[in-house]
């Protein structure tokens, strides 16, 4: 029964966790969305050129939330952050469907984003963001 329960929550864990089936070539596109407030940019290189009202995104994937280094985040990404949060493509899934909420969700309190736009699916940006 112990061995059952561990392979369960072993199970759940990676879920939670894994990448989602998304298309980076349609996240490509998909991105114009985003880049009103974001670039991609590999130090001085412009990959994607975009706004600077959000965070790069280059290299989001496996980044604590909250620390692109030069961006000024609200205190509830970053305390999301200190709490252990890692991007990985499927809770960037999550995160952009509701900001305010995934982030209420993992504080256990009520959060602010400033990220007010939502996508009801980012499967093929999230895809898109993991290619950098």
């Known amino acids: 029964m112990t061995k059952l329960l561990a392979l369960t929550a072993v199970a759940l ?3 939670s966790t894994t990448a989602v089936a998304g298309d980076a070539a349609a996240g490509e ?5 985003c880049k009103s407030c974001h670039m991609i940019a590999d130090g001085d290189t412009d990959i994607v050129k975009g706004g600077k009202t959000g965070p790069n995104l280059f290299g989001i994937v496996g980044r604590t939330a909250g620390t692109s280094e030069g961006f000024k985040y609200g205190d509830s990404i970053v305390a999301a952050g200190a ?11 999550e995160y952009v469907a509701d900001p305010k909420a995934f982030l209420s969700d993992r504080l256990g309190e009520s959060a602010k984003s400033k990220m007010t736009f939502k996508l009801k699916d980012g499967a093929d940006i999230a895809a898109y963001l993991a290619s950098f």
């Open 13 to 15: 864990m990676a879920t």
């Open 29 to 33: 596109a998909d991105f114009k969305k």
């Open 83 to 93: 709490a252990g949060l890692v991007w990985t493509e499927a809770l960037i899934v």
